[in-house]
């Protein structure tokens, strides 16, 4: 398959932040995959930046790498870093559509506006475009006081809805990301959870990797803090833990911070005004380098500032020490600690007890065969379900999946959209007295709003409320038969029982068609609930929009069982073509006129059948 990867932040081993997805890509090429990465000349692995225009283009290691020339650097301040996530997206967005054509789109955040170029390409090139979060965006800038509530954290939240929606299928790092992006709103089977990764082919797997002489030849014990130095990370908790250790004569320890970000000018302020001789700072370490970096020390720390969001991380800095086949310590109770404590590879050390996390440190750097036994459990979780080449082939069955799902001529399901989007606007208008007549008559006939929305599962099953002239009494769905339409049911009000019979109530639904949400022809948006129950067969029907009218309004409408229906929707996205749409539009006028299964039987041995839920 063609893959098109889009990472901001893409490094390759030369660089010094992570490389999940030069790591990924890299397997995916060797396994006959076609990988082409959008990303920029970011600082992290083109620290000179480069000539030659705005759009550098590059083949590292079998991937064809397109990097734009937008800086980005986590040392930036909040307003520069999101002009070059804006300046990303839209020269991402400018120059994808015109890269050579995937048949999968993988967008990999953060941050979250790089879905907003991998959503246009795929829309533009009718490919599925898989999404993956490495962060729940905006939700962790939100909880650690990044983002403030207001207009700011709507329109980021809505973006994120939207993103979502446009995706065949997410990729999440962690369990609490994974539910994350489920209460967002995406159905539990969209989503597959890939961790970061263990590189063990770049840290090796043995007892030879490369030891820093220096340390070792002084007799001390390391220990390694090595990654990003920024609000979130909990770092003030380290010259504490090394004060105390100090203190209980821990005089061989040395702990080694490797890294950069905006606390570590106070950090090496506390340290020197402390007179903590037993931390030292180094700059960030190319990737190549860090295996010599790990081998030097006897265990690692992982810390975070204490925030809930933050348990929900994936950090590459625990990755890379399993792939090390070292002990490893983290500060944050979660699904970390419970990875590491069932693989007898680490523990949680209680950093907001200084004196107790100390004496558990110096207790654990005593036991040499502890650290040994830790190592090995840590090195084989690194080769299990963790290894980089796992990860990769399940990947590789993520984006299968999401191209095997995919509605059939692409090119004609873009020629489509924009053909509902023209139609729709000129039903619009020219029905626009219609429109304005219908809502009187129901102002005036009964109480309760002009419109009625109830959520409905849209393209890949994503909620949205669509819109719908109502056609009963307010709080319908409460009384009766629920959401289903018996005959002659009293729930329908006189205005409503003349729209039903002529279908003018889902006129409505030419501002969703606008909205990019619906089709005029397409299979009819179920409930929720509904697409729940769907078989993985079945599900091919969310492959497409959802319609105004489809094949199986005019081949029974609600008279048909479910089964029926969707058997009948699922021949439509096999047989999509704009002239079958052109064929069932025009039965539709004919099922119209006769007024044709407008009720169903809400039988209770149909599982697709809906009594008693709600609008929620």
Known sequence: MKVLYIDQYFSTHEGVSGTRSYDLAVRLVESGHEVTVLTTTNRYWMPEGHSGGFVHRGRIDGIDVVALGVDYSSLMGRGRRSVSFAL????????????????????????????????????????????????????????????????????????????????????????????????????????????????????????????????????????????????????????????????????????????????????????????????????????????????????????????????????????????????SLVNMSGWTEDLLTAAGAGFRLPTEEPCRAAELLMELLKDDERLKSMGNAARELARGDLNAGKAADRLAGVLQQAIDESAPRPLHQVSKGVLDRAAALAMSIFLSPVLIAIALAIKLDSRGPVLFRLRRAGRYGFPFRPFKFRTMVKDAVHKGAGHNIDEHDERITRVGGLLRRLSLDELPQLADVLLGRMSIVGPRPMLPEQADKLDRLQRRRLAVKPGITGWAQVNGRNAIDWKRRIELDLEYVERFSLWFDLKILWRTIAVVLKGEGLTEDAGTDDPFNVFEEGDD
């Open 88 to 327: 990303f997206a839209l020269a991402g967005a400018a120059v994808g559509p015109f890269l050579p054509g995937p048949d999968v789109v993988f967008a990999s955040s953060t941050p979250l506006s790089v879905g907003m170029p991998g959503a246009l390409i795929s829309m533009i090139r009718g490919r599925p475009m898989v999404f993956e979060v490495r962060d729940l965006w905006p939700e962790a800038p939100a909880a650690l006081g990044q983002i403030r509530d207001g207009v700011v954290l709507r329109l980021l939240r809505m973006l994120e809805r939207w993103i979502y929606s446009k995706s065949s299928r997410v990729v999440a790092l962690s369990p609490g990301m994974a539910e994350g992006v489920r209460k967002a709103g995406v159905q539990s089977w969209r989503i597959s959870q890939i961790p970061n990764l263990c590189n063990t082919e770049l840290f090796g797997a043995d007892d030879e990797m490369e030891r820093d002489a220096a340390h070792y030849a002084a007799g001390r014990k390391v220990v390694l803090y090595a990654g990003a130095m920024g609000p979130a990370n909990g770092l003030d908790a380290l010259p504490d833990l090394a004060r105390e250790v100090k203190a209980l004569g821990g005089d061989e320890v040395l702990f080694v911070l490797a890294g950069d970000g905006p606390c570590r000018p106070e950090l090496e302020r506390r340290a020197a005004d402390e007179s903590l001789d037993n931390v030292e700072f180094m700059d960030p370490v190319p990737r190549r380098r860090m295996p010599e970096l790990f081998g030097s020390c006897a265990l690692t720390l992982t810390l975070f500032a204490e925030n809930p969001i933050l348990k929900t991380n994936s950090p590459n800095k625990l990755f890379d020490s399993l792939a090390a086949g070292k002990p």
